[in-house]
């Protein structure tokens, strides 16, 4: 019983280390990203990144709140994989995911910089493809971002 109460739970774990993927470069993840939310984050080849209405990862997700902003972006490799790490420096916009959190003044701020941790992987087509976990990271939920369309 304590080996099937361990395995349940390993779904969003298979990624805790990483997702494998070691071979893919700044200049291949660099352009445009987007996801069917309507979130746009754009990865210049210089470093600095453009993020529209992008939500909060794991527990900041359920706030409800999605920011726009300006900031840096860097290709990171550890033992498990590449991992994308997105800086907001500075908040141009926040908005809400839903008209219920948008009038709830209790409904938690923005925050003005904030760190998200992508992971990159690849698709059957071996396209490119970024994620994080968004929720509580037991269930699995993926927040997953695509190339641009036409990019």
Known sequence: MVVAALTACAGPYQY?????????????????WENVEGTRVVLREDG???VEKLDGQDFDFDDGWRVSGTG?????????????RLALAARTRQESRSSATATDASAPEA????????YVDRDQHDELKLFFFYGDPDIGNTYVMTRETGA
């Open 16 to 32: 805790g280390e990483g997702t494998g993927v070691h071979d893919t470069t700044a200049a291949e993840v660099a352009g445009g």
């Open 48 to 50: 600095t990144a453009l």
């Open 72 to 84: 840096t972006w860097q290709l990171a490799d550890g033992d498990g994989g590449q991992v994308v």
């Open 111 to 118: 925050p003005s910089t904030y760190v998200w941790s992508f």
